[in-house]
């Protein structure tokens, strides 16, 4: 199996085979708890204006997502585990679009299959990809915006590698660089409102999720699609 660590939009435009698209704080996290929470069906959507288009003829939709961080005008909720966990969800359908996790799914057109990726379902991930023993996996680290490399994407990636390899990864030591690298942000007192600490933690609730989210198609769009492993 040959295991690939790319990064960035240039990293999932070079991915092939069984692909992971990484974004841990927030997009790849935040899908898995609106699953949680009783969504059925997540469309992510690269483009900001095609997700608010879905609007007119879809109300009942929830539509979550960020960009520069906070929630775009005309959304129910910004890209953040907490406050989607604190609310009471009655959609089953959700619409959701960010600056960096879409974009890299967007964007892997050369895959063969793609997953979402994060700590808290790297436990499923690992047991997918074993089980489908693809020839080659392209861990793909969508960083900050998809403009520069995370520590959080980059080690998660590791993460998935080492394990699939046999190799010991000390993840507590991880979860401490993260939080003193690029973390950081979600312990600032004035970020609060759209970046809250609580999101740290359960961002790095790692595998908390037995299922993988494969991306799947629908006429032109993606939709994930919530297997239990």
Known sequence: MDIQILQLLDGARQAQGLTIIIDVFRAFSTVCYAFESGIEKIYPVG????ALSFKKDHPEYLFVGERNEQKPEGFDFGNSPTHLTNSPINAKTMVHTTSSGTQGIANATHADEIL??????????????????????????????????????????????????????????????????????????????????????????????????????????????????
Do not use: H
């Not at 483009?47 to 095609?50: F, M, V």
């Not at 970046?195 to 037995?210: A, G, T, V, W």
């Open 116 to 229: 979402t990726g994060s700590f808290v379902n790297a436990g499923a991930i690992i047991r997918y990809i074993r089980r489908q023993q693809p020839k080659q996996v392209s861990l793909v680290c969508m960083g900050y915006a998809c403009e520069y490399p995370t520590n959080e994407d980059t080690l998660c990636a590791e993460y998935i590698k080492n394990e699939l390899e046999g190799v010991l990864s000390d993840f507590d030591a991880m979860a401490k660089k993260i939080k003193n690298g690029d973390g950081a942000r979600f312990f600032d007192p004035d970020k609060q409102g759209w970046s809250p600490k609580s999101d740290f933690d359960l961002c790095l609730d790692l595998n908390r999720f037995n299922f993988v989210l494969r991306v799947e198609k629908e006429g032109d769009l993606n939709y994930l699609r919530k297997i239990e492993i």
């Open 47 to 50: 483009d900001l204006d095609l």
